[in-house]
């Protein structure tokens, strides 16, 4: 049977910007594994301005559970298959030998990815490497708003599998490409629109409602949430894609 492999950064990327594409392969008899990459236990996080501005001034320590079990039920309303690898997200992750954090403002968090990062990038390659089977097709942010987390699983994505790849347009990001001075290259490849029906737009809106701890970090309230989801499917006219090569999945 076909199936697709989508790759989340983080636990909600891919329900975000592919939330309706997943619901129609699914409902179609497409079996969908949405891969979430950064889902590694926080453990004892680095003081940081970057982790008071996400938690505000109370740790979490079951921060990464809450959002897997948001992820599960989000994955459960678009009939996809979740697989969380434990890689921990940049807020969290450090110098190694001192607990300096890596990204310690937003600012860091929106450039090029550290060179410590490099080993994280190999690490997470090999382990999407052992995903790869020929029957899948595979999709990947392109990265746009340039989160070191989205960049670094773009490279990982395609080092592993390029050529036979589609990228997704990360959502919210995309919408403020023009003003972020979008750095991210679009690769060269065809770009096509996935027109989402009633059913599709109304499974997204509603997986991604299911991340009640992101919620407020990236829309301020539910409502707002589910309008601006609607408002970017029409002014957009669905899901963007880019792909490399040429598959019979959407055809
Ligand atoms: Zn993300």
Request: proline share 7%; charged share 20%.
């Amino acid at each position: 049977m076909k199936t697709a492999v989508f790759v989340s950064p983080h636990l909600d990327d891919v329900a975000l910007s592919c939330g309706g594409l997943v619901h129609r392969l699914t409902r179609q008899g497409t079996g969908v594994m949405i891969v979430t990459i950064f889902t590694g236990e926080v453990g004892s996080p680095p003081a940081s301005p970057l982790i008071e501005h996400i938690w505000g001034l109370t740790p979490l320590p079951d921060w990464i559970d809450r959002r897997r079990i948001e992820d599960f039920e989000s994955c459960r309303l678009l009939g996809a298959t979740p697989l969380h690898l434990a890689f921990l997200d940049a807020p969290f992750r450090t110098h190694g030998r001192n607990d300096t954090p890596l990204y310690p403002t937003g600012e860091s968090l929106f450039s090029q990815p550290s060179e410590v990062d490099q080993i994280l990038l190999e690490a997470i390659a090999n382990r999407l490497a052992n995903l790869k089977a020929t029957e899948s097709d595979f999709y990947a942010p392109l990265g746009l708003g340039s989160h070191v987390d989205h960049i670094l699983v773009r490279n990982a994505c395609e080092q592993v599998f390029s050529p036979d790849l589609t990228y997704y347009e990360d959502y919210p990001y995309v919408e403020n490409i023009a003003t972020l001075g979008q750095t991210v290259q679009y690769p060269t490849g065809a770009m096509y629109i996935e027109v989402l029906n009633p059913t599709d737009l109304n499974a997204k809106i509603a997986s991604v409602l299911c991340y009640e701890t992101q919620i407020p970090l990236l829309f301020g309230n539910r409502d707002e949430a589910a309008h601006r989801l609607r408002r970017w499917m029409l002014d957009t006219g669905g899901e963007r894609y880019v792909r490399l090569a040429p598959t019979t999945i959407c055809a």
